[in-house]
T-cell receptor, first 111, second 116 residues
Framework: AQRVTQPEKLLSVFKGAPVELKCNYS??????LFWYVQYSRQRLQLLLR??SRESIKGFTADLNKGETSFHLKKPFAQEEDSAMYYC?????????????FGSGTRLQVQP | DGGITQSPKYLFRKEGQNVTLSCEQN?????MYWYRQDPGQGLRLIYY???????QKGDIAEGYSVSREKKESFPLTVTSAQKNPTAFYLC???????????????FGPGTRLTVL
């Protein structure tokens, strides 16, 4: 079975400070990792996935298979980044397409 | 955003009653999912369906039931057997992954169920 751990329930930073939201996973096979975000009064939506190696809204995340981590980073936080962030995993080597989510981290960016 | 809808937005139920939450999508997605969201626990998978007339239990299926008679619809019934049903319920769907399309889940606005 797979498991996703987000150790921080709340991360509070000042505008312009660097941000790192931690995500660790356990899965014996080949995982696909995602970050989903939920802004206030909006739906949960995909932020980025590790396969695409993309930068969205200044956020990046690198899959570290040795440390089984997929931390989300942004060099300079903005107030509009305040939201709930969820790390999620999907097994690539099974037919299952459902996601396993972490418990989420609330990011507060203060002015 | 209108592609996947959930109704009602708020639902109140008395103990011992079954209640059905609606989820509809017009995105032509083949897979649909139900998650439960509780504070501090993130999203937990209840049931999912990857094709019509087929569905699989998720991690917390006890006390819930689903049907998938149409591609567009995936209703969730919360039965009286669910011991702690008060929660926020999220429905999602995802398109076929063939042809290089990525497996992204699109979420509905959610239904908040409160048991009185």
């Amino acid at each position: 079975a797979q498991r996703v751990t987000q150790p921080e329930k709340l991360l509070s930073v000042f505008k312009g400070a660097p941000v790192e939201l931690k995500c660790n996973y356990s899965y014996s096979g080949s995982p696909e990792l995602f970050w989903y975000v939920q802004y206030s009064r909006q739906r949960l939506q995909l932020l980025l996935r590790h396969i695409s190696r993309e930068s969205i809204k200044g956020f990046t995340a690198d899959l570290n298979k040795g440390e089984t981590s997929f931390h989300l980073k942004k060099p300079f936080a903005q107030e509009e980044d305040s939201a709930m962030y969820y790390c999620a995993l999907r097994p690539r080597d099974t037919g299952r397409r459902a996601l396993t989510f972490g418990s989420g981290t609330r990011l507060q960016v203060q002015p | 955003d209108g592609g996947i809808t959930q109704s009602p937005k708020y639902l109140f139920r008395k103990e011992g009653q079954n209640v059905t939450l609606s989820c509809e999508q017009n995105l032509n997605h083949d897979a649909m999912y139900w998650y439960r969201q509780d504070p501090g626990q993130g999203l937990r998978l209840i049931y999912y369906s990857q094709i019509v007339n087929d569905f699989q239990k998720g991690d917390i299926a006890e006390g819930y039931s689903v049907s998938r008679e149409k591609k567009e619809s995936f209703p969730l019934t919360v039965t009286s057997a669910q011991k702690n049903p008060t929660a926020f319920y999220l429905c999602a769907s995802s398109p076929p992954v063939a042809g290089g399309r990525r497996d992204t889940q699109y979420f509905g606005p959610g239904t908040r169920l409160t048991v009185l």
